[in-house]
């Protein structure tokens, strides 16, 4: 609950500043939060790991729409996707670096006993699940391809 109270006022400040991207990208994450809260079947109420989850999907989709407008040469529109991003991303723990990331795998990859890449569903199940909010899915699949190739 610490998060979204954070996230409201910085909705507050970002009104008062007239800062415009950052207020929609807030906008966006809060509307995501009561959009969790009022779903069918939820309990009324969103922890804080809920609402990294949200926010790392929301942050997915704007980087995907991006290369999407960069692609159809709408530049400024793809700007403003991967600004909104990056101010939905100082909600998020902080990412792992390839290196960090690499070894975090190459622990799990022994953990599960993994040598081949025919192993890479075992690893992953793991990885995932250990790494979710640090690394990128995206990111963890290729580095633990790499990983099992060289093993």
Same mark, same amino acid.
Request: proline share 1%; charged share 30%; net charge neutral.
């Given at each position: 609950?610490?998060?979204?109270?954070?996230?409201?006022?910085?909705?507050?400040?970002?009104?008062?500043?007239?800062?415009?991207?950052?207020?929609?990208?807030?906008?966006?994450?809060?509307?995501?939060? %009561?959009?969790?809260?009022?779903?069918?079947?939820?309990?009324?109420?969103?922890?804080?790991?809920?609402?990294?989850?949200?926010?790392?999907? %929301?942050?997915?989709?704007?980087?995907?729409?991006?290369?999407?407008?960069?692609?159809?040469?709408?530049?400024? %529109?793809?700007?403003?996707?991967?600004?909104?991003?990056?101010?939905?991303?100082?909600? %998020?723990?902080?990412?792992?670096?390839?290196?960090?990331?690499?070894?975090?795998?190459?622990?799990?990859?022994?953990?599960?006993?993994?040598? #081949?890449?025919?192993?890479?569903?075992?690893?992953?199940?793991?990885?995932? #699940?250990?790494?979710?909010?640090?690394?990128?899915?995206?990111?963890?699949?290729?580095?633990?391809?790499?990983?099992?190739?060289?093993?």
């Amino acid at each position: 609950m610490e998060l979204e109270k954070q996230i409201q006022a910085d909705m507050v400040s970002a009104m008062k500043a007239k800062e415009a991207v950052r207020l929609a990208s807030l906008r966006a994450v809060k509307a995501a939060i %009561l959009l969790a809260k009022t779903a069918e079947g939820a309990s009324g109420e969103v922890t804080d790991q809920d609402i990294v989850k949200l926010i790392q999907k %929301l942050v997915k989709q704007r980087k995907e729409s991006a290369e999407q407008y960069s692609a159809a040469g709408r530049q400024e %529109l793809a700007e403003n996707e991967l600004a909104e991003a990056s101010y939905m991303e100082v909600y %998020l723990p902080k990412q792992l670096s390839e290196a960090e990331l690499e070894t975090e795998l190459s622990k799990i990859i022994a953990e599960v006993g993994a040598s #081949k890449p025919s192993d890479m569903g075992k690893v992953m199940g793991v990885a995932t #699940k250990r790494l979710a909010g640090l690394a990128d899915g995206r990111a963890i699949s290729a580095a633990v391809k790499k990983l099992l190739a060289q093993g």
